[in-house]
């Protein structure tokens, strides 16, 4: 068994209109990923720890900026199983450890040893 905490971002939070079509200040101070004639949209970060089993079933991809995270989530994986894991979802630590800025190699052989372990 091995405890991964990710960042997740699939969450969205529209800012609310006030009265005639005004809108209140965004709910985080960023720009919106998308927009309407009523709302602004923003994606609301969450952090949380998943405990998962072997085969993971998660293709990690190598953030431009340093990081892992989800490609891809397959089927028959205990990713998929626990229907936490996302698409886009950050890795933050590996059983304790900050991957946070880590390589994919650097994560890959964390996995292994804590799966091995």
Partial sequence: MLFVSLL????????????????TVAPRAC???RSDDKF????KVKELTVTVDKP??????EVADGGVKVGEVREGGSAAATGLIKVGDRFITVSGTDVS?????????????????
Avoid at 102 to 117: E, G, I, P, Q, Y
């Fill in 8 to 23: 997740a971002t699939g969450w969205t939070l529209p800012a609310l209109t006030i009265g005639a079509g005004h809108r």
């Fill in 31 to 33: 720009a919106p990923f």
């Fill in 40 to 43: 602004d949209y923003f994606r």
């Fill in 56 to 61: 993971i079933g998660a293709v990690l991809t």
């Fill in 101 to 117: 800025m880590a390589d994919l190699d650097s994560v890959r052989c964390l996995l292994d040893a804590a799966f091995n372990a």
